[in-house]
């Protein structure tokens, strides 16, 4: 199965999921052809234990924790550093 594999430039940590179906190629500011996926993170609440590392990873202040950590949608853009950087897997990267 075709997917998309995503790792941050400055971790080795990777993760990959299925290709969806609304893929969208566009170019970037160096002129390649890039694909993206509009998606959201969303919260495993069931795995997260309220550490705080993902508020700090998020670029765009996109995440609340009170017990627990939720997804402010409106401030999300899917970059997924997040996902990367949560040391209990709770977060995952959702068609948005
Ligand atoms: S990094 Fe993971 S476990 Fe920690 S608060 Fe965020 S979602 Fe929860
Ligand atoms: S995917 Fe990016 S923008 Fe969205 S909550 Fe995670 S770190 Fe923030």
Redesign the pocket.
């Known amino acids: 199965m075709d997917a998309v594999r995503i790792q941050r430039v400055d971790s080795p940590k990777t993760y990959t999921f299925p290709m969806p179906s609304q893929v969208q190629t566009i170019t970037d500011s160096q002129d390649r052809q890039v694909r993206v996926i509009p998606l959201l993170a969303s919260?495993i609440f069931d795995?997260?234990?309220?550490?705080?590392?993902?508020?700090k990873t998020c670029p765009t202040g996109a995440?609340i924790?009170n017990r627990?950590?939720s997804i402010d949608a409106s401030r999300c853009t899917g970059c997924g550093q997040?996902v990367a950087?949560?040391?209990?897997e709770?977060?995952v990267l959702k068609r948005a």
Request: glycine content about 10%; overall charge neutral.
């Open positions: 919260v795995k997260c234990v309220g550490c705080g590392v993902c508020i995440i924790l627990v950590a997040c950087e949560c040391p209990q709770a977060l």
